[in-house]
């Protein structure tokens, strides 16, 4: 009989492809006055597609 120990494991362990696959972004807070908070608010969709696309649009702009 085998020991408990000497026994092959066939769970556990790392596997190829498992977990959570990485992303590149990157997750930040921020505190914005109510105002703008209003036209967030009011915006239909994925509020982060439309602060992406307003920072893009200032940066391009701006030359930053």
Sequence with gaps: MQNVEDAPRSWGGARQ?????????????????????????????????????AIRAYAKTSGV
């Design 17 to 53: 492809g498992a977990g959570r696959k990485r992303v590149s972004s990157k997750s930040i807070s921020i505190r914005i006055p109510e105002d703008v908070a209003a036209v967030l608010d009011s915006v239909e969709g994925s509020k982060t597609d439309f602060i992406v696309a």
